[in-house]
């Protein structure tokens, strides 16, 4: 195994790049406990989120859905999403990205906690 191709630190987190193909991405990602990523979507990939530790809180479009540690939710391709951790410890899950492109100016902030959308 390669190891980690980048890691990016953000106002909820941080996450690694584990891979960056030309098929797929996929990231190992970390969010803090009380914080949430931005309400997002994309027009070019969608996504696979597996839930490693900690609880999480994921939203997609109007559904409100709990995941613990070894489940998984699917993201379609330009579905509203997001993810905030439930717990009280770091929520680690892992993000794998299928479609046709998977640069960080794909992501269409629509909510925002800390001022980017």
Not at 17 to 40: F, M, N, T
Not at 43 to 60: C, L, S
Not at 84 to 112: M, P, S, W
């Amino acid at each position: 195994m390669a190891g980690i191709i980048e890691e990016d630190h953000r106002p909820w987190g941080y996450y690694q790049v584990l891979a960056d193909e030309a098929d797929h991405k996929v990231k190992w990602i970390c969010v803090y406990p009380g914080k949430r990523l931005s309400l997002q979507r994309h027009r070019r990939r969608r996504e696979h989120w597996y839930v490693v530790a900690g609880e999480a809180v994921v939203t997609r479009d109007r559904e409100e859905i709990p995941l613990a540690a070894g489940q998984a939710v699917d993201i379609p391709q330009g579905a509203a999403h997001r993810i905030r951790n439930a717990g009280g410890t770091n929520l680690v899950f892992i993000e794998v990205q299928t479609g046709t492109y998977f640069g960080e100016d794909d992501i269409e902030r629509l909510e925002d906690d800390y001022g980017r959308a």
